[in-house]
T-cell receptor, first 114, second 113 residues
Framework: AQTVTQSQPEMSVQEAETVTLSCTYDTSESDYYLFWYKQPPSRQMILVIRQEAYKQQNATENRFSVNFQKAAKSFSLKISDSQLGDAAMYFCAYIGAGTYKYIFGTGTRLKVLA | KAGVTQTPRYLIKTRGQQVTLSCSPISGHRSVSWYQQTPGQGLQFLFEYFSETQRNKGNFPGRFSGRQFSNSRSEMNVSTLELGDSALYLC????????????FGPGTRLTVT
């Protein structure tokens, strides 16, 4: 069975600094997709970034980028120039192509310090 | 485009009752997924529907069921409610073919007393 592990329950970062959130996964599938979602306090889940397993190039969306290491089954999220609005729970998610069964990690709570 | 909407937003039920939650996807989206979110278990996948067909389901008892209508709106039903069913129930919609991105609704907070 596929699993997603986020080993950092909580992280803190100073405003304007850079922080990296870790995610590892386990799968025997060859075609899959990975996502990072953000859930601000009392607000709804927002898609941050996605990565297709067949793409070697790491995805980037403005201040958010990933470090996708397929062989190591690692998918970390880097947030540059952290802002107060980045404070949220961040979830890593996996889905095998054609399965339509999404698996989420337990989340990392990110605090941004002014 | 309007986002994913879920109704009701809050619900209080008594143990043993049943409940129906509703989800309207983003216009054009044909896939709807449901999740249960609790502090202890995190986000647990319930099921996914596409064009009125359930394509996959998570490891939940048969008390949890769902359906999708021809307009892609979806409902989930929980029968014989237990205290442990208290959770935030999230719905997410997506295109459902070729793209695996999901867009979440605000959730329905269910409290079972």
């Amino acid at each position: 069975a596929q699993t997603v592990t986020q080993s950092q329950p909580e992280m803190s970062v100073q405003e304007a600094e850079t922080v990296t959130l870790s995610c590892t996964y386990d799968t025997s599938e060859s075609d899959y997709y990975l996502f990072w979602y953000k859930q601000p306090p009392s607000r709804q889940m927002i898609l941050v970034i996605r990565q297709e397993a067949y793409k070697q190039q790491n995805a980037t969306e403005n201040r958010f980028s990933v470090n996708f290491q397929k062989a190591a089954k690692s998918f970390s999220l880097k947030i540059s120039d952290s802002q107060l609005g980045d404070a949220a729970m961040y979830f890593c998610a996996y889905i095998g192509a054609g399965t339509y069964k999404y698996i989420f990690g337990t989340g990392t709570r990110l605090k941004v310090l002014a | 485009k309007a986002g994913v909407t879920q109704t009701p937003r809050y619900l209080i039920k008594t143990r043993g009752q049943q409940v129906t939650l509703s989800c309207s996807p983003i216009s054009g989206h044909r896939s709807v997924s449901w999740y249960q979110q609790t502090p202890g278990q995190g986000l647990q996948f319930l099921f996914e529907y596409f064009s009125e067909t359930q394509r996959n389901k998570g490891n939940f008892p048969g008390r949890f069921s769902g359906r999708q209508f021809s307009n892609s709106r979806s409902e989930m039903n929980v029968s014989t409610l237990e205290l442990g069913d208290s959770a935030l129930y999230l719905c997410a919609s997506g295109m459902g073919h070729g793209s695996y991105e999901q867009y979440f609704g605000p959730g329905t907070r269910l409290t079972v007393t």
